[in-house]
């Protein structure tokens, strides 16, 4: 029997249902579901620059200040660590929360607004880099808890090195009904998944996630280009700055 861990936010009253006779293995499998209502609460906190220092006392402190424990918690793993963060997940898998981790290509010293570097998506697909996907996703089929993650956060915006603008832009190529740029990176998350999960990550579920508006604010540069396939997508995210 699966257990069913929903870190949900919906109030439950004492006494309105009858109590459930199932016990549920704590060693089981787990799997992440929709909260039946409400919804999830979660935070992307001041873990340092790096968005990657993941502390319990920044959790606590937190969760003190707005008055809710969060279901999801949020910190960033990039490419030229080339590491697994497994301390950092553990930090907030055994709080009670879910990790969300926004895998991102992109080296040092991770400063917006220049392009691709040495961890460009043509490098992906070309196969440079399947030697640190493999491990990435080993460690996190042995993290052995649910997680979610977003390969290329907000591509959709010049201010990363993923985005469609370097990588052919509006040029269409009739041979995917496509614009270049968004097609470029969407050939590149597909071919991240289906390494991942050919390792074996079965516990991972894949955001796709943009930014609310394109910029440049062109028709090419829109999400749609960009969404890889219900296939190679569990959840959906968008980031709203105002």
């Known amino acids: 029997m699966k257990s069913f861990v929903a870190l949900s936010l919906a109030l439950v009253l004492a006494g309105c249902s009858k109590p459930s006779d199932t016990k549920v293995d704590p060693n089981g499998p787990v799997e992440v579901v929709v909260p039946d209502h409400g919804a999830y609460t979660g935070a992307f906190m ?8 993941v502390t319990l006392e920044t959790i606590e402190d937190f969760e003190e200040m707005v008055g809710k424990h969060q279901a ?15 301390a950092n997940l553990n930090v907030i898998w055994r709080h009670g929360s879910l990790p969300l981790v926004f895998w991102s290509p992109w080296d040092k010293p991770y400063e917006e607004d220049r392009g691709p570097d040495k961890f460009g998506l043509t490098e992906i697909l070309a196969g440079k880099w399947d030697g640190y996907i493999d491990k990435w996703a080993d460690a996190a089929r042995d993290f052995g808890h649910p997680m979610i993650v977003v390969f290329g956060v907000e591509m959709n915006g010049t201010w990363f090195p993923w985005s469609g603008a370097y990588y052919g832009g509006a040029e269409w190529v009739p041979e995917y009904n496509n614009w270049k740029g968004p097609e ?3 050939r590149a998350y597909r071919y991240v998944v289906d390494r991942v999960r050919a390792r074996g990550a079965s516990n991972i579920k894949w955001m796709f996630h943009t930014n609310n508006y394109p910029y440049p604010y062109e028709t090419w540069n829109c999400a749609p280009a960009y969404y890889p396939g219900s296939d190679y997508v569990d959840w959906l995210g968008l980031s709203v700055y105002g």
């Open 184 to 186: 470029t990176f969407r």
């Open 46 to 53: 001041d873990f340092g620059d790096a968005e990657d220092d």
């Open 72 to 86: 999801i918690i949020v910190s960033s793993s990039y490419w030229g660590e080339q590491n697994f963060p497994t």
